[in-house]
């Protein structure tokens, strides 16, 4: 199992922010894989139980009750974030106040490492990007408030940084894997509701995606480097992805061959042919917008974010962290439909036996 | 030229035009010496010596032969005393020969007369004395990079299993193209330094060879396919050439997938040694193979012919295209590009027939690192490409707006005609 090859820190007393959702709670289990023995959960929800953890639940943008959960932590893993499409008020109060309170806390109480999951996009507003490393600028403006709140943490992450409070921030670029609510099960909903066979453009635009263990090993692994104060990775910020950035429609093929769903992209638009038709698509949304709300898959948005490239150098990361994403990309896309698919297995089965019972 | 090969380029219109500019634009003196016949100049004379290396060129690597000759005449000469092959013989004859080549080189008079009759390097072993009188001819220079490489060769057949020789034996030949190059003063000399790159181009021809050669070499009962590979696709009590039965079709082709992508690694590998070569002569001499190389591939990748028939060559009229597109780096590049996206095509249509395949997502990240290499080095170079979504997608978003405009004005005005 990936982080099985570092030994435990037992000394360590570990708590994940965020430790409920889709990648925290795979930092946490990660944890308990490798033997650490003191794994404590901060969440708003609490989705999974283990006698092996200590759950907290309480509000982000309340610092009392992170600094209860926070006593006695030697080490803060901070990977809360709402997912997208929510209203901007929502990512300020989760990501810039919530932040705010989990750094304050951090202080307030002499914790003295800090791990933040930033995000890819923090350099991101709509551009191409080729190799892209730390040294690429924080976009001037946001392509939305998810992005803009994403940079905003991170910068004051990052300026918090000090030999007594030591921080780093990784950015993931496309996480994916079991649980993972909007790329994979966005994908297989696609493949499930026969939206499967279309492919715009002629598949050589290159993108970045990372499997959910390979970033859950890269916190891990940036918390134990913080211990070293020679090890540079203290006040910086890393580019985390499955260091094999491939074809944009590959991958989404693969994810729906993994499902059974054959003959997918069989119909491949042309670029220019793609960029005409969401012209007219917006165009008639907006003509209508007075009389009815619409909200079109194909916009002028998503063809352009689709026919760029977008992927990353993560060097510093392997330099620094010494990371090497251990999961390949192929094995963490059949992983990860394997688990949607047994998930609902289950959750049929549990179906039928309700029924039957009634 | 055979009619064969433009009949089947017949499809391929500018193939069909290479092969008819190659027919008449070549006129080489080199390929003259094709036949005992054709070698004109009295023996013992320096012109003897040099046509008699040319006819054993084309007599044991006719396409090796072609490629010299596009050579800087600086170095296509040399190039002569640097001829290797396998050598069908047994081992035990033919190792401590292979053992002491470097030294061979120096004896005057040196021949060999073993081999069997049938060898088609049979009678460059029994006149060798010409080849060693010629590699004397040549500069000093050139004679230590030469027996130096010759050494270096066969100090790996005695450590290696035989199997790897030719594996080797293809790095070690670029590092010794590479040494010559830098000797001539064609080259910078800081290309010697790096023997990673030059390996490399030797390995992804030879890899390609050993894939092409797969049914010819198991008739003979040669194996060069890594067995670390191709043990996984057949029994544990079967050989390699297990792939070949029509029941395990599956198994061979994942296993001829696997090894494609292998190859495919190598290719960003080659195109940054060839983005350092200057000269025309040697950057032609170079790209030639390996452009050929990476058409292979095309052909191979998933190709059940490899097992069924053999053989499998490029079209020839191909081939001529692919020699004249080779001709500067920029021709290169658009032929890596443009097999690297056709591989990739290829790949993506087959996902889901092959229950046994591995290699769908292994081979779209290797073609994708053929672009990426290429979308740095022409960033690099201030190189804009000249078609880029963003570009087409801004032009397109003017050009539509224009049309939906005229629509517009177009339905107002005739509203405001009616009116009248």
């Keep these: 199992m990936v982080g099985l090859t570092t030994p435990p820190q037992q000394t360590e007393s570990w708590i994940v922010v965020g430790g409920c959702g889709f990648l925290g709670r795979r930092i946490v289990e990660m944890l308990l894989e ?3 023995t003191n794994v404590a959960v901060f969440d708003i929800r609490k989705t999974f139980d283990d006698a092996r953890v200590q759950f907290f639940t309480g509000d982000i943008s309340n610092a009392a009750d992170l600094e209860r959960a926070f006593e006695g932590r030697s080490v803060v893993v901070h990977s809360a974030s709402p997912p997208h499409g929510l209203d901007a008020k929502v990512y300020f109060a989760v990501n810039v106040d919530g932040t705010r309170n989990v750094i304050q806390s951090c202080k307030n109480l002499g914790i003295q490492k800090l791990v933040y999951t930033s995000s890819a996009s923090v350099s991101f507003n709509g551009q191409s990007l080729e190799e892209a490393d730390e040294t690429t600028p924080y976009c001037e403006k946001h392509l939305d408030a998810y992005n803009e709140t994403k940079a905003l943490a991170e910068k004051m992450v990052l300026e918090a940084n000090s030999p007594s409070f030591r921080v780093a921030c990784l950015r993931p670029s496309a996480i994916f894997g079991p649980r993972d609510m909007q790329c994979i099960r966005t994908m297989l909903d696609v493949a499930r509701t026969g939206k499967s066979k279309v492919q715009i453009g002629d598949n050589s635009v290159i993108f970045d995606y990372t ?18 104060p020679n090890s540079g990775v203290a006040g910086q910020a890393f580019f985390i992805t499955n260091d094999s950035p491939v074809f944009f429609w590959d991958f989404a093929k693969m994810v729906f ?11 491949v638009l042309p670029t220019w042919f793609a960029i005409g038709l969401a012209f007219i698509v917006e165009f008639f949304v907006l003509l209508l917008s007075p009389i009815k709300k619409i909200h079109p898959t194909l916009t002028l948005f998503r063809v352009r974010i689709i026919t760029q490239n977008k992927y990353h150098n993560i060097d510093k990361a392997k330099k620094l962290l010494g990371y090497k994403a251990k999961v390949s990309l192929g094995e963490g896309i059949k992983r990860s439909v394997k688990w949607f698919k047994e998930e609902e297995a289950r959750i049929a089965a549990a179906n039928k036996e309700s029924k039957k019972q009634q | 030229m055979a009619t064969a090969a433009l009949l089947a380029s017949i499809g391929h219109p500018s193939e069909v035009y290479a092969l008819l500019k190659y027919k008449f634009t070549t006129s080489d003196a080199v390929t003259k010496y094709t036949t005992r016949e054709s070698v004109t100049a009295k023996k013992g004379t320096p012109e003897y010596t040099y046509q008699m290396c040319y006819y054993f060129l084309n007599k044991t690597s006719r396409s090796f032969a072609r490629v010299i000759q596009e050579l800087h005449p600086e170095l296509a000469h040399p190039r002569l005393g640097h001829n290797r092959r396998r050598y069908d013989l047994s081992n035990d004859r033919k190792l401590p020969l292979l053992r002491t080549f470097d030294t061979i080189m120096y004896k005057k008079g040196w021949t060999f007369n ?10 460059l072993m029994v006149e060798f004395d010409v080849v060693i009188d010629q590699f004397l001819r040549l500069k000093e220079s050139y004679q230590t990079v030469i027996a130096d490489v010759t050494r270096r060769m066969v100090t790996v057949v005695t450590i290696a299993d035989y199997d790897l020789y030719t594996h080797y034996v293809a790095g070690l030949v ?14 910078d000399a800081s290309l010697t330094k790096d023997e990673y790159l030059q390996n490399r181009m030797g390995l992804f021809l030879q890899k390609v060879n050993i ?19 191709w043990s996984k696709y057949v029994w544990e009590n079967q050989g390699l050439d297990a792939l070949a039965k029509p029941e395990n079709l599956n198994d061979a082709l994942a296993c001829l997938n696997e090894l494609c992508v292998n190859a495919m690694e190598l290719a960003p590998d080659c195109l940054e040694y060839m983005s350092k070569l200057k000269e025309p002569s040697v950057i032609h001499f170079c790209a030639i193979p390996q452009v050929m190389a990476i058409a292979s591939i095309a052909l191979f990748f998933n190709n059940s012919v490899v097992f069924t028939k053999g053989g499998l060559k490029i079209r020839r009229g191909l081939a001529v295209k692919l020699i004249y597109e080779g001709t500067t780096f920029e021709g290169v590049k658009n032929v890596f590009k443009r097999y690297a996206l056709e591989i990739a095509k290829q790949n993506s249509k087959r996902v889901g027939t092959n229950p046994k395949d591995e290699s769908f997502m292994p081979m779209s990240i290797a073609c994708s690192k053929v672009i990426r290499w290429i979308n740095a080095h022409d960033k690099k170079m201030g190189i804009v490409p000249k078609s880029s979504g963003e570009q087409v997608f801004e032009y397109l978003i003017v050009a539509v707006n224009f049309v939906l405009l005229a629509l517009i004005v177009q339905h107002f005005y005739n509203a405001y005609n009616s009116l009248n």
């Design chain 1, 34 to 36: 490798r033997g650490e």
């Design chain 1, 211 to 228: 499997y959910v263990d390979n970033l859950a090993d890269a916190h891990i692994i940036a918390a134990e480097k913080l211990n070293d």
């Design chain 1, 257 to 267: 061959d993994e499902d059974g769903a054959k003959n997918t992209l069989s119909t």
């Design chain 2, 114 to 123: 073993e081999n069997g009759p049938n060898e088609k390097d049979r009678i």
């Design chain 2, 174 to 187: 670029g590092i010794g193209l590479t040494g010559l190059f830098s000797v001539s003063g064609l080259e």
């Design chain 2, 211 to 229: 894939m092409k050669d797969y049914l010819e070499d198991l008739n003979e009962g040669r194996q060069f396919w890594p067995e670390e590979v």
